[in-house]
Nanobody
Framework: QVQLVESGGGLVQAGGSLRLSCAAS????????MGWFRQAPGQEREFVAH????????YYADSVKGRFTISRDNAKDMVYLQMNGLKAEDTAVYYC?????????????????WGQGTQVTVSS
């Protein structure tokens, strides 16, 4: 079992930047792909970004491509989401998640462990 704890959220003006961090506990962190999702009030949780176990492959939702960057440090059991050029529509609770051993990468059901989330609010 893995525990995930997100941090780094906050209030930022449109055009600003934030860096989210996700700390993982568990001996097998480096063998799993990881993802970031977000959920705005009244909306379904949506995929944001994915990174393979060795950071060799990344994938982004079209809405954040070119603005967000996912990365990881397996030596520190950490995953990051650098968010630049933030927009009001990026406001949401952001979650990191561990991808299950099999399946896709875009659906929340493709992930088997979740953090508690961190709030990101972008003022326009």
């Amino acid at each position: 079992q893995v525990q995930l704890v997100e941090s780094g959220g906050g209030l930022v003006q449109a055009g600003g930047s934030l860096r989210l961090s996700c700390a993982a506990s568990g001996r097998t962190f480096s063998t799993y792909a990881m993802g970031w999702f977000r959920q705005a009030p009244g909306q379904e949780r949506e995929f944001v970004a994915h990174i393979s176990w060795n950071a060799g492959t990344t994938y982004y939702a079209d809405s954040v491509k070119g603005r967000f960057t996912i990365s990881r440090d397996n030596a520190k059991d950490m995953v990051y989401l650098q968010m630049n050029g933030l927009k009001a529509e990026d406001t949401a609770v952001y979650y990191c998640a561990r991808r299950a051993s099999r399946g896709g990468i875009l659906r929340s059901t493709d992930y088997d462990s979740w953090g508690q989330g961190t709030q990101v609010t972008v003022s326009s």
